[in-house]
């Protein structure tokens, strides 16, 4: 069922494999991009409370909202913007708030008991506010296709959407074609758990 816009199919997709690759990929992002590049980072563009969009959460209560871009090698590749409800505390209103620059992504994948909600896909144009704040960080387009998925845990649910940056193509066509300069040596990537095992451990309690 469409919601807002948003889709279940990619439907009108006339990109390449390689962008299609992306917005199908059912594992991290995270993990992907730092497989697929030298250095990898998250830079936080906002965190804090907020009203979520439209085409989000019913009722358009007060949510904690977060905005990172995903950075491949200093070019951004990524844009996500997540929303998280108010209405009910819990693990995941903890840990929003002590992520700081670590990956959301890293979290939903690794910690046990998160389970994923249908992803959906959607093409999105000047008139949608997370174009409006995506498209100042790469290459000027008149669209750019978006997925996004609801993550449960508990009673809590955060709504994740990602936005793919035009150089994600190229980055893609790297992974793809097996060209990826090796990692400097000595250099170490943190892994999907080193999210989980840096938190406070009061913050891994149960709600």
Known sequence: MAVGGWHARLLGFRQDEA?????????????RCQRACRHFR???LKSAKDEP???ELPHRRQAWV???VLECDGVPVIFAHTTLSTAANGRLTRWLSRLGSRSLGSLLFTYPGFRRGVI???????????FRRAVVLGKSADYLWAR??????GAQQVLVTEVFLPAITRLADLADDDLVLPLVAGAVLPTDADLVT?????CLEGE
Do not use: K
């Open 19 to 31: 962008l299609r690759s992306w917005l199908t990929e059912p594992d991290s992002l995270t993990a």
């Open 53 to 55: 969009l439209a085409d």
């Open 42 to 44: 998250v830079r936080v």
């Open 198 to 202: 840096d938190l406070d451990p009061a």
């Open 120 to 130: 959906e896909y959607r093409r999105l144009d000047r008139r949608h506010p997370l």
């Open 148 to 153: 996004r998925s609801m993550h449960r845990l």
């Open 66 to 68: 977060r905005e990172v």
